[in-house]
């Protein structure tokens, strides 16, 4: 059974960092690229972040290129969202998502609303308020 689980949320003020994590099981981990995605109240699905399965390409989406980081520990199955500077506005659920494919496709396919994922997470709540 494929299991994605996120981890890590919480409650922060403005301007404040949050480190999710994402521990995959039940796939080979390096297979596949991963993604972050976000969900925000009233603001339907959003992709924010790729990385393919090597860990050496990634892609953010605007609104948090600068600020968040994507990484992953094929060794730990285990994919990562630093995230800094928050602001109110980045308030969501977040979703880990598994994309069985060789390579990251175009930023603008990821951004353009397509989610070509096999697998997603639960999420993990992120909340950020003063």
């Known amino acids: 059974e494929v299991q994605l689980v996120e981890s890590g949320g919480g409650l922060v003020q403005p301007g404040a960092s949050l480190k999710l994590s994402c521990v995959a099981s039940?796939?080979?981990?390096?297979?596949?690229?991963m993604h972050w995605v976000r969900e925000a109240p009233g603001k339907g699905l959003a992709w924010i972040s790729a990385?393919?399965?090597?860990?050496?390409?990634?892609h953010y989406a605007d609104s948090v290129k600068g600020r968040f980081t994507i990484s992953r520990d094929n060794a730990e199955n285990t994919l990562y969202l630093q995230m800094s500077a928050l602001e109110p506005e980045d308030t969501a659920r977040y979703y880990c998502?598994?994309?069985?494919?060789?390579?990251?496709?175009?930023?603008?396919?990821?951004?353009?609303?397509?989610?070509?994922?096999?697998?997603w997470g639960q999420g993990t709540q992120v909340t950020v308020s003063s």
């Open positions: 998502a598994a994309e069985e494919a060789q390579e990251l496709r175009s930023l603008r396919y990821y951004s353009g609303g397509t989610y070509p994922y096999h697998y």
């Open positions: 039940g796939v080979t981990f390096i297979n596949y690229n």
């Open positions: 990385i393919n399965g090597d860990g050496d390409k990634t």
